[in-house]
């Protein structure tokens, strides 16, 4: 699976990242995986998945986490977002 990590502000894409994972894992752990890759590398805590992530992500393939989903941190950005680009 590939992935497309961006942190947004203002409509502005600050940073981004593309991540691929050929590992054997099951789709949810790689999801999960890669954010806490993409967390790590950009020194953010890992946002919680609320109900609306959830639904979201099954959706559209892709999930915004606002300031709601940072518990106890203060971001400075509008929205980090995860993006499947491949599935496998």
């Known amino acids: 699976m590939r ?4 942190m947004i502000r203002d409509n ?8 691929t994972d ?3 894992e099951t ?3 790689k999801v999960l995986h890669t954010l806490e890759q993409i967390c790590h590398e950009w020194d953010l805590s890992v946002p ?3 109900d609306s992530n959830i ?22 950005f509008d929205f980090l977002e995860l993006q499947v680009l491949d599935e496998d």
Do not use: A, C, P
């Not at 502005?12 to 991540?19: A, E, G, K």
């Open 55 to 76: 639904r979201e992500f099954k959706r559209t393939k892709k999930v915004r986490f606002t300031q709601d989903s940072f518990v106890g941190e203060e971001i400075s």
């Open 3 to 6: 992935f497309w990590g961006k």
């Open 12 to 19: 502005h894409i600050l940073m981004d990242v593309t991540i």
């Open 48 to 50: 919680i998945w609320l």
């Open 22 to 24: 050929d590992s054997e």
């Open 27 to 29: 789709r949810t752990h």
